[in-house]
């Protein structure tokens, strides 16, 4: 047999997967609403890549969306920069939408595209990543972590104890992860 190639749709998913089989069971109303919601994924990834860029070539962005364009200006004008992987081990690492360190001031932004209200954690675990790869204690750092989303923009300044928290846990669970991975049991 000569299977017929499908070259161009090699690293692409199928909506309708036969690994993710799921969709035998939705009805009309249920295959819609997860449409509509892959489609706004996409469009989130897709808007990711859009300020992502627009702030690589330094381009600011006019007003017509009110989070992306102050989120795309703000990381500009702080000279920020984009997706910088934070990494404390194999176990814990991860990748802020854009971060800057600068004068002894930490700022952490997030694009968030979503309808779903955003949580700080994300951040504030990015904040303690950071401390951790880098060696700062956070009671000598001003942290100043944004949420952009929809026509909201929301600052946050968590407490040094609390990133100290994080950072504890980080290294506590980290080194538990390795413990199990050593011993025989998993």
């Given at each position: 047999?000569?299977?017929?190639?499908?070259?161009?749709?090699?690293?692409?998913?199928?909506?309708?997967?036969?690994?993710?089989?799921?969709?035998?069971?939705?009805?009309?109303?249920?295959?819609?609403?997860?449409?509509?919601?892959?489609?706004?994924?996409?469009?989130?990834?897709?808007?990711?890549?859009?300020?992502?860029?627009?702030i690589r070539l330094g381009v600011k962005l006019s007003k017509g969306n009110l989070a992306l364009?102050?989120?795309?200006?703000?990381?500009?004008?702080?000279?920020?920069?984009?997706?910088?992987?934070?990494?404390?081990?194999?176990?814990?690492?991860?990748?802020?939408?854009?971060?800057?360190?600068?004068?002894?001031?930490l700022r952490i932004h997030d694009l968030k595209t979503g309808i779903v209200h955003a949580s700080?954690?994300?951040?504030?675990?990015?904040?303690?990543?950071?401390?951790?790869?880098?060696?700062?204690?956070?009671?000598?750092?001003?942290?100043?972590?944004r949420i952009y989303q929809r026509d909201e923009i929301r600052i946050f300044e968590p407490s040094?104890?609390?990133?100290?928290?994080?950072?504890?846990?980080?290294?506590?669970?980290?080194?538990?992860?390795?413990?199990?991975?050593?011993?025989?049991?998993?």
């Open positions: 047999m000569i299977y017929n190639k499908h070259s161009d749709l090699y690293g692409k998913h199928a909506f309708l997967s036969p690994s993710n089989y799921h969709w035998l069971n939705y009805n009309e109303q249920k295959l819609e609403a997860r449409y509509v919601a892959a489609m706004a994924a996409q469009r989130g990834t897709d808007l990711h890549s859009l300020a992502h860029e627009a364009s102050t989120y795309v200006n703000d990381a500009i004008g702080y000279k920020m920069t984009c997706e910088q992987t934070l990494y404390y081990s194999d176990n814990c690492f991860g990748t802020p939408d854009t971060i800057s360190f600068r004068r002894g001031k700080e954690r994300q951040l504030e675990v990015y904040a303690a990543l950071f401390c951790l790869e880098y060696g700062i204690n956070p009671f000598d750092i001003e942290i100043e972590l040094p104890e609390f990133i100290v928290e994080i950072m504890d846990k980080i290294v506590m669970f980290d080194q538990q992860i390795e413990e199990m991975r050593m011993s025989d049991r998993f």
